[in-house]
């Protein structure tokens, strides 16, 4: 086996919680797949231009944090033999979870900034 064949991806969930304190565990995922953290996903969004009318601080700022969509990030690693594998069942959990009005929107990919 090469070292290619041996190096890990990640996969990052992105999502926003419908209900407070809701709670799951992950099925088993493929081997070597693991969850690596969580935590809150930072603002980032493009540069805008002002208008040339003033707006206070707390006004813009409250706008700019309603518009985010994703509040909460997990990490996972693993071999990427099998990232496509771990995709759907990270897919699966989060469809499921959206569909019982845990989670009000998700979505899944390799790199945290895309």
């Not at 070292?3 to 709670?23: G, I, P, Q």
């Not at 797949?33 to 707390?58: D, E, F, L, P, Q």
């Not at 700022?61 to 985010?68: A, V």
Request: hydrophobic share 30%; aromatic share 10%.
């Amino acid at each position: 086996m090469s070292r290619a064949d041996t190096d890990n991806k990640n996969l990052f969930v992105f999502y926003t919680l419908e209900k407070e304190n809701a709670s799951w565990s992950y099925p088993k995922l493929p081997s070597g797949w693991n969850w690596i953290g969580s935590g809150s996903v930072a603002s980032i969004s493009k540069s805008s231009k002002r208008k040339s009318r003033s707006r206070s601080r707390s006004r813009s700022r409250s706008r700019s944090m309603s518009r985010q969509v994703y509040q909460i990030e997990e990490q996972f690693s693993g071999p990427k033999q099998n990232i496509d594998k771990t995709r759907e069942i990270l897919s699966r959990v989060f469809t499921k979870l959206k569909n019982n009005k845990l989670v009000k929107v998700f979505k899944i990919q390799e790199s945290y900034l895309k």
